[in-house]
């Protein structure tokens, strides 16, 4: 019975505000070619968006994973982080 309440009162997850998500995009997009923001500017972010910076390092590792412009920049600029090579020595 006090498991049944507790699942009932799980609080929701929310998400970022469309201002914020959008203010944190364009700069992934702006910086593509190395979208790795430094302390100080995760610090800068924080600030500006009221996230922790903890959040904004979380944004950011989940929009590289996602956006698919910065998967074909990779594939494209660094070619041989991307291809595998499997041979045996005899």
Same mark, same amino acid.
């Given at each position: 019975?006090?498991?049944?309440? +507790?699942?009932?009162?799980?609080?929701? =997850? =929310?998400?970022?505000?469309?201002?914020?998500?959008?203010?944190?995009?364009?700069?992934?997009?702006?910086? +593509?070619?190395?979208?790795?923001?430094?302390?100080?500017?995760?610090?800068?972010?924080?600030?500006?968006?009221?996230?922790?910076?903890?959040? +904004?390092?979380?944004?950011?590792?989940?929009?590289?994973? =996602?956006?698919?412009?910065?998967?074909?920049?990779?594939?494209?600029?660094?070619?041989?982080?991307? +291809?595998?090579?499997?041979? =045996?020595?005899?």
């Amino acid at each position: 019975m006090k498991l049944k309440l +507790i699942l009932k009162y799980k609080k929701k =997850r =929310r998400n970022f505000p469309k201002l914020v998500v959008n203010f944190l995009r364009d700069w992934f997009h702006n910086n +593509i070619h190395y979208p790795y923001p430094s302390d100080n500017l995760k610090n800068i972010f924080s600030d500006c968006t009221g996230l922790t910076k903890k959040q +904004i390092t979380n944004f950011f590792i989940t929009e590289r994973k =996602r956006n698919k412009n910065y998967k074909l920049y990779k594939l494209y600029h660094y070619p041989s982080h991307n +291809i595998k090579i499997h041979f =045996r020595l005899k």
